[in-house]
């Protein structure tokens, strides 16, 4: 169960997700250690979807997602809703080792 470790098409730009790779949060001046596995991901998984943009962000910028949904969803997808985003087909070419 879970991918340690696996690389992602994100806004056209290829990269590294899972448990093992460390980030910081992204929401705006956040400065957070996190990493980048499917605990702090905005979405039910990497690269987000059609109501997520797949971020990384820490506990107190990731909200739990509306009810219907999985997942979780940072500040910014929670206000914006349904709303799809632009890089849906980025985000659904997801490729795991
Ligand atoms: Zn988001
Ligand atoms: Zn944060």
Do not use: W
Request: charged share 25%; net charge negative; hydrophobic share 20%.
């Amino acid at each position: 169960m879970g991918n340690m470790h696996g690389t992602i098409y994100r806004n056209g730009k290829k990269i590294d997700v899972g448990y093992g790779v460390p980030t910081t949060c992204e929401h705006p001046r956040c400065n957070e250690q996190i990493d980048r596995g499917l605990g702090y991901v905005c979405g039910n998984s990497h690269g987000g979807d059609e109501y997520s943009c797949g971020g990384y962000f820490c506990g107190q910028h990731l909200y739990g997602a509306p009810e219907g949904h999985h997942g979780n969803r940072c500040a910014l997808c929670r206000e914006r809703g349904a709303d799809p985003t632009e890089d849906l087909e980025d985000a659904m070419v997801a490729t795991f080792d």
